[in-house]
């Protein structure tokens, strides 16, 4: 299972939002780049970025700020929020970002990821949220009729990389995943799953490593490494193989 930390960029600020309302935000640096070399510094294989002005506005406001993280990390990067054109996917390949995660335009113009996805294999990912079952779009702000793993399954047999499911009602919560959306999105497409949201203990991701051999492979960490609820360093050596080791300290407490 793959442990992926999450860095929100608003106003090139390190930021979380509860259950994605831009009216409840917490900060948590003003610089993003050293917290992307404290989660690479701490054994972080991959980082995930979500450029939370982009997908509000669809306008590519942190692009400074992303480009100063591809730049200082050697580990992987990739990055969702308003990337919602081919030329936008494109220039974001090519300022060091490994990744890029379509969320709007797959239900909007599914097509679109499908050639994105040919041209660029293995560095496409659909960004499917969802609200209540049904996609969000536009940085959670627009709902649709279409439920989420429709979508997943429009894609089941495309060449994208992975599919972020990431549950609004959890996110930013602590209060653990929606593992049965979680399944039911791992059981819509072959196209392997990454969890999001609602993780706040070392328990929570204990019960993800259960849904793996059902194709859920990581799990993305944001408010519950900020406040320490946990850590990185313990999460990798306990789970970040895909096998439960040793337990390190703390975990026998989560799990009691």
């Known amino acids: 299972m793959q442990i992926i930390p999450a860095i929100d960029l608003l106003g090139g600020a390190c930021v ?9 935000v917490t900060r948590f640096s003003d610089d993003p780049v050293a917290q992307a070399r404290s989660w690479q510094d701490q054994g972080a294989s991959r980082l995930h970025l979500v450029d939370l002005d982009g997908a509000r506005s669809g306008q ?11 730049e200082a990390l050697s580990i992987p990067v990739q990055l969702g929020g308003g990337v919602r054109s081919a030329e936008r996917a494109e220039e974001l390949l090519n300022c060091g970002l490994e990744r890029v995660i379509l969320g709007t335009v797959a239900l909007e113009q599914p097509q679109l990821v499908v050639e994105l996805a040919n041209r660029h294999p293995g560095r496409i990912i659909v960004g499917i949220d969802a609200r209540h079952g049904k996609v969000a779009t536009r940085g ?15 894609f089941s047999e495309s060449a994208i990389a992975a599919i972020i499911s ?9 209060a653990g ?11 819509a497409s072959s196209v392997p ?17 259960a849904l793996e051999p059902l194709g859920v492979e990581g799990v ?33 407490k989560d799990l009691a």
Not at 140 to 154: F, H, I, K, P, V
Request: hydrophobic letters at 40%; glycine letters at 10%.
């Open 16 to 24: 979380r939002l509860h259950q994605g309302d831009y009216d409840q």
């Open 60 to 70: 590519p406001i942190n692009d400074e700020a992303v480009r100063a993280i591809t």
């Open 140 to 154: 959670w702000l627009e709902n649709s009729d279409t439920e989420a793993t429709e979508l997943a399954a429009r």
């Open 166 to 174: 990431t549950d609004i009602s959890t996110d930013g919560t602590l």
């Open 177 to 187: 995943p929606n593992l049965d959306a979680l399944r039911q999105m791992a059981a």
């Open 193 to 209: 799953v990454i969890a999001s949201g609602g993780v706040g203990c070392m328990a929570d991701l204990l019960a993800l490593l």
């Open 220 to 252: 993305i960490v944001g408010r519950a490494l900020y406040d320490g609820r946990v850590d990185l360093r313990e999460a990798l050596q306990g789970l970040g193989d895909g096998r439960l080791q040793d337990p390190p300290n703390g975990l026998l």
